[in-house]
């Protein structure tokens, strides 16, 4: 079964990026372009991964990741991806951190490697 | 040495000849006291010997003539044995000695000596007299010259200084001070400058006064033309002779430019910090646009090529604005001043705040202008609108702060148009503020809301505020009200 990653971000170029790269990459994917609709679309879609950005309109990252992670039996695993500095506190619990830019080879390798686990 | 001998007796003056010019002496001779006199005038002798008792004008009236008219002059009195209290008289008179007849050689010697001693004291009295005439002129030039130079140099000197008394009653000013302030002696310092009623707590003149060390601060103060300015202000004590501390200097130094620059450079800094994040996602983009342009031109897929390409330019466009960007604030801003309608300023003030303000339960009190209403500021308003944004916003945080224990939450503006200012005012009754922060909130990245400020707001107000050559004031009990009034000059005023 293909797995399906979620492209958290407000930026729509960088949401394009991330995702022409996972489909070419064989993933499949869903967009949300801040907290707020993330929530709906994560419920809805059910991916198998998240990458998610910090800084954007609406709500921010680590509230999202608060909410969505509330819901019992919440597993999903999060890669962040934001430009913010102090990153690596903001989401405990994620797998990983990429600083913007980021290397898309890097993303892709990580991804990988969480999705095969 | 020459030496008049009045004798009428042509014997005892053949004799005294005889002996004075063995003790190489210059010997002149007159008969009578109207001789000797025409001699004295023609020919300047030193010593005058001469007989008590001469034909025509004695002995007496030859010397009480010489001693008027030629006082330098020493004279020795001739007289006999039996002749001794004329002679004694004579000495009272001024004669240096006398001798008696018959003549006894050692006796005229010692006369002759004494009389020499004494127009050698003389001449090394008038020496002497003369050198300290000299060396007083000398001092008292060189003296008058040392005061001029450090008067001129206390003037000229580029800096404010002033002379103070232990009543910080200024005594002295020099050029500079004088040409800003006028003729300011017997004024207080700390009212000249600061327009205030009593000096300030950590006043550096009462610091100097007390220790009579140096201290320093720094001042805003108001010139003449409007201007405000940053003074750096040092003190020195100045002391009495037996060390006691008797007045204080201020010098104060116009340091605006490198406060300026300070501002500039810090403004610079956070620029720059809020445009990095916006780079970060730049490049993230063009990243993106590399990345499907190299997959499209794998795969061949044109339209996947032309995809990456525009998102590649619409970066590449971002990010040359955005380097315009910096390098237009890297220049000095000026203002660009527009007369702005109160009314819709304070409007769109308002406006932008409401959203939060309803959020919060916040009510607001307006004292503005009614809509339609023509009052308006000559002002930049894009500077300046940040400026009373960023403290409307502090009476919202500061507002937030009490919600829990405030019933009711109020924000009031008003804006009162003086004949020479307008005053805009925004009043709280939020948490307040210590007056030990009152003026630090305006410092850069000071901060008192924990991670959520930044502490730039108010910093960016300050800045902006002065650039409208305008002052902020704070008015705070903590636990009750904050209130900032920003005052801006009503008419441009260019320098």
New interface residues.
Partial sequence: MTQKIMIVDD?P??T???D??FR?NGYETCIAPDGKAAVEVFLKEKPDLITLDL?MPEEWGPRFFRKISKAKGFNTPVIVIS??SGREFSIPKAKAFF????D?DEVLRKAREILSE | MRILLVEPDEKTRKFFEDVLSRENYEIITAGDGTEASGKIRTGAPDIVMTDIRLPGMDGVSLLQWIKQDYPDIEVIMITGLGDLQPAIDCLKMGAVDFITTPVILDIVKIALKRAMDRIENRIKLSLSTRNLETLVREKTRKLAESEKRYIQLFDELPSFIIIVDKNFKIIEANKMFREQYGDATGRYCYNVYQGLSKPLPDCPVKKTFRDKKSHTTEMEVTFKNGETRNLLMQTSAITDPDGRIVHVMEMATDVTVIHQLQDHLAALGLHISSI??GI??L???????D??IT?GLENGDTE?IR?GWD?AK??IKLIRSMILDILYHSKDRTLERKSVNVFDFIQELVTTMAPRMKEHGISLVQETPKPNSDEAVWIDKTVFFAALLAIFENAVDACVAVKDIRDKLEIKISVEQKDKETLFRIRDNGKGLARKYQKEVFSLFYSDKGNKGTGLGLFIAQRSVKQHRGVIRINSTPGQYTEFTVAIPAQPVES
Avoid: C, N, Q, T
Avoid at chain 1, 99 to 102: S, T
Avoid at chain 2, 283 to 289: E, I, K, P, R
């Fill in positions: 930026d170029d960088v394009k990026f991330l022409i790269m070419h800084e430009g913010v600083a913007k830019p980021f898309a | 990095s994040h970060k996602g490049l993230s983009g063009l990243d993106g646009g990345y499907m997959l996947m995809d998102i619409k970066k």
